[in-house]
């Protein structure tokens, strides 16, 4: 007959052996689906909330942030952002505007969005009585925001502010000068110029706009022939951005095609107007590197707005509304800009007729 020893006896055996007690098969527990699947936790850890991240509060106030009411609408493609976007200083900015023009505090509204005095005075009639902010859709990028809000205008004579309560937008972004694309009634939302977003030549003539300004009429030459050693570097440099969107055939960058000759053929080419004449060999970039250096440093650019574009035969028209502000309130010169191509497909500029001018300058801004 087989013995059977006691429980404690078994136990007190095995403890001395180092043996484990044999465990029935159905008390283990079963294998994992997959060895790669994590194990899940009964229960959380203590502090720490068991319910999934989309039930939870938002990690970034954003009312906060904007200090602004619960009751506005607030649209962010980031719900678990941890991280502020980046027009905390624009909102500021645009809450200011409107303060100041509900005070009749135009000259303070101007400066927050144009350099050029005088640049708000026609609003100086306007009566704005309340500003209130519905909705803020932050864009898919922490720098673009739209914010859409209604505007009370008590009086106004001016196309812009209309008697009544009308909604308007403003596209902010990031910067600390031009923080707002434009602020604008929605029913007259313009776009800016954006050269990457601009025909071949829109481009053209915005940059002829943005660093050749002055240019009127159809014969160039007093505007392109420098005079003297200072005015030939105040030409030349503006001269090479405006060629460098041209349409001109690419080329090898060589002495040969960044030389004097070659920038006279296209001068001549793109202007109409006969340069050789002129001794390039004091321009500074030349003395430096015997070569016309085709685009100078940094970047310029005025505040515009395509206002129309046609095509008759061989012969385009580009119609641009500049600004003295900003945020595209105050157009200061319509200047239409009628061009043809040369048979290599560059852009042969014909004429810059000024359809209108308030006499004030137009704000620009640079890199």
């Not at 925001?145 to 004579?157: I, P």
Request: charged share 20%.
């Amino acid at each position: 007959m087989k013995k059977i020893l006691p429980a404690f006896l078994v136990l007190l055996f095995c403890a001395l052996s180092g043996c484990a007690p044999e465990t029935p098969a159905s008390s283990l527990p079963a294998e994992p689906a997959s060895s790669s699947s994590p194990s899940v936790p009964s229960s959380s850890a203590p502090g720490v909330s068991s319910s999934s991240p989309s039930s939870q509060t938002p990690l970034f106030d954003l009312y906060d942030y904007y200090n602004l009411p619960e009751s506005v609408e607030i649209l962010d493609p980031f719900p678990d952002r941890t991280e502020p976007p980046y027009t905390e200083h624009a909102m500021a900015q645009l809450k200011d505007l409107f303060a100041h023009a509900m005070a009749g505090e135009w000259e303070l509204a101007r400066q927050l969005a144009s350099s050029i005095p005088g640049a708000f005075d026609r609003f100086e009639g306007v009566k704005i009585s309340d500003f209130q902010i519905r909705k803020v859709e932050i864009l898919d990028s922490y720098d673009t925001a739209l914010v859409s809000f209604d505007l009370t205008v008590e009086e106004g004579d001016d196309e812009l502010f209309q008697p009544g309560t009308t909604p308007w937008e403003a596209k902010l972004v990031l910067s600390a000068s031009n923080w707002a694309e434009y602020i604008l009634p929605e029913d007259q939302i313009l776009t800016p110029c954006h050269l990457a977003q601009m025909e071949p030549a829109e481009q053209f003539c915005f940059t002829l706009a943005s660093y050749l300004p002055q240019l009127r009429g159809d014969d160039f030459t007093p505007y392109l022939k420098p005079a003297d050693e200072t005015e030939m570097y105040y030409m030349i440099d503006p001269a090479c951005c405006a060629l460098t969107r041209a349409n001109l055939p690419e080329v090898p960058y060589t002495p040969e095609t960044k030389s004097p000759e070659a920038f006279y053929r296209d001068m001549e080419k793109v202007f109409g107007v006969d340069l050789w004449g002129v001794d390039l060999s004091q321009y500074s970039s030349y003395l430096a590197y015997q070569m016309i250096i085709p685009v100078p440093k940094g970047g310029r650019w005025v505040y515009a707005v395509t206002a129309d574009t046609g095509q008759e035969g061989d012969t385009q028209t580009v119609t641009l509304d500049l600004y003295a502000d900003t945020i595209c309130w105050s157009v200061v010169s319509t200047l239409r800009y009628t061009l043809t191509q040369n048979e290599d497909g560059s852009f042969r500029l014909l004429s810059v007729d000024e359809l209108y001018s308030s006499g004030l300058s137009w704000e620009t801004g640079s890199l």
